[in-house]
């Protein structure tokens, strides 16, 4: 198995059909990238444990970061048909993301990398790779290695992060734990938002509970947040925190 190098050359052309509410609506790939700096990764499945748990959750992360980048649009892009990259997108919640089924494989095809994944059950799917697409000119490429299994070490945002901005380092991921209607956690949302900073939200009652709260820090109080593993405390402490000079994120 090999692959072609699409260094270089135009996106395939390609019409894909979407459900976008109750309606049918055709998105060309005239529509997805002319005009913009896109970065597109595809994988062999949506509901799949790598694709589900790391390879589009880490994109809808670190969207900021990819803007930062003059990056217009993150597409993720499977063999799937419509309505199940829409259940996709609602259960993985990546509002960043747009997800384009290639129901067909036709995309795929005439980007050299439909592989058949009959072994699984699953008939022709992608090769996992991304990819930059400036005004449709494909300018660089991540493969995964050809190998068994469904490697996972190139198409990963990070890598793409790394060749838009060689400078660009990963920071320190943050988690807050919140209840509803807590105007503390609210200021403390904001202050990320103004800042860019990505983080995940653990809301009390549907996430989890004060109980584990308690458990965790002590305290029964939100927010709490954590900072790399760090415990930081609450709203006020978390302010301190970012007018520190040992601030990394």
């Known amino acids: 198995m090999s692959f072609k190098d699409m260094t270089g050359q135009k996106v395939p052309s390609v019409t894909f059909h979407t459900r976008q509410g109750d309606a049918w609506v055709d998105v060309t790939t005239d529509d997805l990238f002319k005009g913009k700096k896109v970065v597109l990764f595809s994988l062999p499945g949506a509901f799949t444990p790598t694709c589900s748990s790391t390879h589009l959750p880490r994109y809808n992360e670190l969207c900021n ?41 036709e995309f795929t095809e005439g980007m050299g990398r439909l592989v058949g994944k009959e072994n699984l059950g699953f008939g022709k799917r992608s090769w996992r790779y991304s990819m930059l697409v400036e005004d449709g000119i494909i300018t660089k490429i991540f493969d995964e290695p050809q190998k068994d299994g469904d490697p996972f070490e190139v198409s990963d945002a990070e890598t793409m992060l790394k060749h838009l901005d060689p400078s660009w380092e990963v920071k320190p991921s943050v988690t807050l734990f919140t209840k509803p209607g807590c105007v503390h956690c609210a200021k403390a949302k904001q202050t990320l938002d103004e800042r860019g900073l990505a983080y995940e939200e653990i809301v009390l009652g549907r996430d989890a509970s004060m109980t584990s709260v308690r458990a965790i820090t002590g305290l029964e109080t939100t927010p709490q947040i954590f900072i790399g593993g760090k415990h930081i405390g609450g709203n006020d402490e978390f302010q301190e925190y970012l007018k520190s000079n040992d601030c990394t994120i």
């Open 65 to 105: 970061e990819f803007k930062k980048c003059g990056v217009d649009d993150i597409i993720c892009v499977s063999v799937n048909d419509t309505f199940v990259m829409n259940a996709w997108k609602a259960d993985q919640e990546c509002q960043n993301i747009t997800v384009i089924p290639d129901g067909n494989g």
